[in-house]
């Protein structure tokens, strides 16, 4: 029997105080995820159950821990951070591979009252440093094999102190702010003081692009722990007895969401890999941990698809009782190829950074629709909205702006230190989530594309302008543009239209120089998988780059109207 | 045809300079895609320098994971299209 019962009698009947009374929590309390996701478990008496079970490269180096681990090393580390003076408020970024330390690190974070800034340990050093100066961040906790990224940029980091490194051998000297943090040898702290965070409390800063302008800092707050555990409970169908594989890194939002708060406050058993991917070694992974729900992502999935059905058939999959995906749209042929080869097929789950828990998805128990991005989470009002009136489209099949009326508990609050285009996201008082979908005659969401010019690779987006502007410092480039082209795996990948200098060549070897520019300096996300030579770019009469063209030409649409656009 | 053991050296070399971070210790054997060295994203760059250093195409359905995880079936792979 599923978690959320049914369907048809939450929409009837929701009210989010649901959650709110399973957690014992009460309008005005205290609320803090930190404590929520530890010390609140062991006191339902699951001290000695098993919270993580980590494994890094290579199957021999396993470490698990209980949620009496969990509480006190979070104690550790919060009370750590406190003797250095970070207090309520200030940004903590966790700038790590998928190691214990980030996991527990966030909770500690948490339990002082501060807000933690997880970020994508393979980002280059200009995608950290915007990050980090926008968030005026006092401190980050790092592994010794990413400091010197940060060392880079640190005489333009006035706000950062401690660069606080969780690995350091003690082989080299320490370089300016470096200090060393052993969690496993540090004193265990088993009472600690815990900030009474309130439910408007900064909880946790990720970072998404947009079309225009820098990345943007999406802030939570602690209530969102009451959509995210509802939502992990009746989406994931998260139980008691489950062993939980989410595959996302918590430098991103599913990492935080479900990675971590959403298993941790129902007290369930998570296993991380911090590894690569590799079809094998992710079936070894299931097999060997008797993984029964996975959370991933269309891109993995398409991955594995690639690798074939044989070597599904090499391990013993059978523990997998329920299985969901998130990032970008999951195919039908992929729902498909998931029941024939699983006996189960991966229910599609749609939310955003910015909406902090899922909000549209295909319901355990349910009949999924193959391609399908499912129904809205009860207590939701989902719409689709004309593009120009920002009005409901109440017609079957037609496309329009998926949007929703707020409130919900984890709704981002602002992008920080940006209220104006945290304003532009609400129109008629929906939540505008620049995604286009269509609603069929049973209600249920297919997804269409994006209404801006962000491009979505393997689940994550990446702004063409933030890659056009890194172009532009490379130093043989005069012009770029960036756009989308189709990709089989990722459904889209990033390629970028340049124009040289006078005097550079345009041939392979500049290609390469230009593709490794942009993966150090911002991320192999960003990094376009292709460059095409252009003597010049489309632009309009006012010289205005028309992108657009140049999507339409990759993904072979109709280019539209180009009477702005500049004659010879 | 260059040799094989130079091969492999020239294609370590560009590894630890191109994607290896402080302390990474790589070796002919280091998993590169399933250890998280080199992401899916950042082999498509490894691939253009294959076929940039040695003046080769590798077909996009020959450059998987697989034959790319580590330095020997790197060298492996070129050789097939030298």
């Known amino acids: 029997m599923a978690n959320i019962g049914s369907y048809e009698n939450h929409l009837k009947n929701f009210n989010w105080s649901i959650a709110e009374k399973e957690l014992g929590y009460l309008d005005g309390d205290v609320i803090n995820i930190g404590w929520y996701c530890s010390d609140r478990i062991c006191q339902l008496g699951k001290s000695e159950k098993t919270a993580l079970i980590w494994e890094g490269k290579g199957d021999h180096e396993v470490k698990k821990f209980t949620y009496n681990d969990i509480r006190v090393l979070s104690n550790t580390i ?13 940004r903590v970024c966790l700038f790590m591979d998928k190691v214990p330390e980030l996991y527990i690190g966030l909770l500690g974070i948490l339990k002082i009252g501060a807000i933690a800034q997880p970020l994508f340990s393979a980002f280059g050093d200009e995608s950290l440093f915007v990050r980090l100066e926008n968030a005026g961040t006092r401190a980050i906790i790092t592994q010794r094999k990413h400091a010197s990224k940060i060392q880079k940029i640190l005489d333009r980091l006035p706000n ?12 080299k000297t320490l370089k300016d702010k470096e200090i060393v943090f ?34 943007k800092g999406v802030k939570h707050v602690h209530y969102s722990l009451i959509s995210q555990y ?7 169908d998260l139980q008691d007895d489950d062993i939980y594989w989410c595959t996302a890194d918590p430098g991103w939002v599913t990492g935080t969401s479900y990675g971590i708060i959403g298993a941790w406050a129902l007290g369930v058993t998570q296993c991380v890999l911090d590894s690569g991917f590799s079809a094998e070694a992710w079936y070894r992974f299931i097999e060997k941990y008797r993984v029964t729900m996975w959370y991933s992502a269309p891109t993995a999935i398409r991955s594995l698809m690639k690798a074939g059905d044989e070597i599904v058939k090499k391990f013993d999959l059978s523990s997998l009782r329920h299985i969901a995906s998130v990032g970008e749209p999951l195919n039908a042929e992929a729902v498909v190829w998931s029941q024939r080869m699983f006996g189960k097929p991966f229910y599609d789950t749609y939310w955003q950074t910015e909406t902090g828990s899922i909000m549209i998805s295909n319901f355990p128990g349910m009949k999924v629709k193959p391609g399908s991005m499912g129904l809205p989470f009860p207590g939701l009002t989902a719409a689709i909205l004309d593009p120009d009136s920002f009005e409901p489209i109440y017609a079957v099949n037609k496309p329009g702006l998926i949007a929703f009326r707020h409130d919900w508990p984890a709704r981002m609050r602002t992008y920080w230190n940006n209220e104006e285009t945290f304003q532009k996201k609400f129109k008629n008082g929906w939540y505008l989530t620049g995604d286009r979908s269509t609603i069929d005659k049973d209600g249920y969401y297919w997804f269409i594309g994006r209404d801006d010019d962000v491009i979505n690779t393997g689940g994550h987006l990446v702004s063409p302008f933030e890659v056009e502007s890194a172009l532009l410092e490379h130093p043989a480039v005069a012009e770029s543009a960036v756009v989308s082209k189709p990709d089989d795996i990722n459904m889209e990948v990033v390629k970028a239209f340049v124009t040289l200098h006078a005097g ?22 960003a990094m376009p998988q292709e460059i095409e030579w252009m003597d010049k770019l489309p632009k309009t009469r006012s010289g205005k780059i028309m992108r657009r063209v140049l999507h339409a030409k990759e993904w072979g649409e109709d280019i539209g109207d180009i009477s702005t656009l500049e004659n010879d | 045809m260059p040799d094989l053991h130079e091969m492999k050296e020239t294609i370590l070399k560009y590894v630890i300079n191109e994607y290896a971070e402080e302390d990474d210790d790589v070796t002919f054997d280091t998993p590169l895609i399933s250890g998280g060295l080199v992401d899916s994203f950042s082999m498509v760059s490894l691939k253009r320098f294959l076929e940039v250093k040695y003046k080769i195409s590798i077909p996009d359905d020959k450059a998987t994971p697989e034959v790319f995880d580590n330095v020997n079936k790197i060298a492996a792979l070129v050789k097939d299209y030298l």
């Open chain 1, 78 to 90: 919060g009370a750590y951070l406190r003797g250095l003076g970070i207090h309520d408020g200030d």
């Open chain 1, 160 to 171: 950062l102190e401690y660069i606080i490194v969780v690995d350091d051998e003690g082989k």
């Open chain 1, 182 to 215: 052993h969690l496993d040898k540090a004193e265990r702290v088993e009472k600690f003081d815990i900030f009474p965070t309130k439910a408007e409390s900064g909880s946790i800063l990720h970072y998404t692009s947009g079309t225009t302008g820098q990345p």
């Open chain 1, 230 to 236: 509802l939502t992990a409970k009746w989406v994931l």
């Open chain 1, 504 to 525: 550079y060549e345009a041939n392979d070897e500049m290609e390469l120089d230009i593709m490794n520019f942009i993966r150090k300096k911002l991320s192999p996300l």
